[in-house]
């Protein structure tokens, strides 16, 4: 209930948070990229298992002014999870991962034998 009509509920908790996120297919390979602003390459990690991709990383609380007075403070901090299901399998030693201005980008080229197969109804 409280998290719904007071989002900042749990994030001043310095609770978990969600950064947005992208997962689509091109050119025979899955894109995954990530909206990270401000986190510190240093403190993601990504893991492949199985046909699980997951994204952890956490955020260290701002620094606020103590002698400000504060009307709106929307940043967000603390730690976060995201796993998704991979569609078909990949080349694991060929897994490329960057991170430039805030966004984290996975390229995971898909191996031939996954690819879809359309079945006729007779």
Same mark, same amino acid.
Request: charged share 40%; proline share 4%.
């Given at each position: 209930?409280? /998290? ?35 986190? /510190?390459?240093? /403190? ?25 007075? *504060? *009307?709106?403070?929307?940043?967000? *901090? ?14 694991? /030693? ?29």
């Amino acid at each position: 209930f409280f /998290d719904r009509l007071w989002p900042e509920w749990r994030r001043d908790l310095g609770e978990e948070w969600t950064p947005a996120v992208n997962f689509f297919e091109k050119d025979g390979k899955y894109h995954v990229t990530a909206d990270l602003p401000g986190i /510190d390459k240093e /403190d993601l990690s990504i893991t492949l298992e199985g046909d699980f991709l997951t994204i952890r990383g956490k955020k260290e609380s701002s620094k606020e002014e103590k002698d400000a007075d *504060y *009307y709106m403070k929307e940043t967000r *901090y603390g730690s976060f999870s995201r796993s998704f299901k991979l569609p078909g399998e990949v080349h694991v /030693d060929n897994v490329d991962a960057s991170y430039k201005d805030g966004v984290l980008t996975v390229v995971l080229p898909k191996k031939e034998d996954s690819k879809t197969k359309k079945i006729e109804v007779h």
